[in-house]
């Protein structure tokens, strides 16, 4: 693997056991909102930050679409 898929990985396993999902709840909604694509993109500021940093700003993306899409959580 590369960096950048390493760190999409890792990525995937931090919010899983931050927002105690499964990985296949989570694979689901990085599908459903296209947060692989935006970690791929944002991968020079996201590599710097802290587990618990990329989830609350994955959290906050994921937010703004449900709000954009007037989607209910």
Known sequence: MND????????????????N?????VIDLFTRYDIIPYIKSAYDGLH?????AITSDIKSLIAGIRESRGETV
């Open 4 to 19: 950048r898929t390493d760190f999409i990985a890792y990525c995937i396993e931090e919010y899983k056991e931050n927002e």
């Open 48 to 52: 710097v930050m802290g587990g618990l």
């Open 21 to 25: 999902l499964t990985g296949r709840e």
